[in-house]
């Protein structure tokens, strides 16, 4: 049990590779939503027909 509670207590990362890792999600997560958003146009353009195709299947 107590073996259980020092795994707990000690980290296995270090604050600079903790604060990396969340500065890194949050960059990924805008980069990732704004060229959803720049592409959202163009794929209903180009794949206007396709939902049919899905209900088809």
């Known amino acids: 049990m107590s073996h259980l509670l020092l795994l707990a207590k000690d980290s296995m990362f270090s604050s600079g590779q903790i604060t990396f ?21 163009m794929h209903k353009k180009n794949y206007k027909g396709v939902k049919w195709i899905l209900v088809a299947l």
């Open 21 to 41: 890792g969340i500065i890194f999600f949050i960059a990924f997560v805008i980069i990732i939503s704004f060229m959803y958003l720049k592409d959202k146009g």
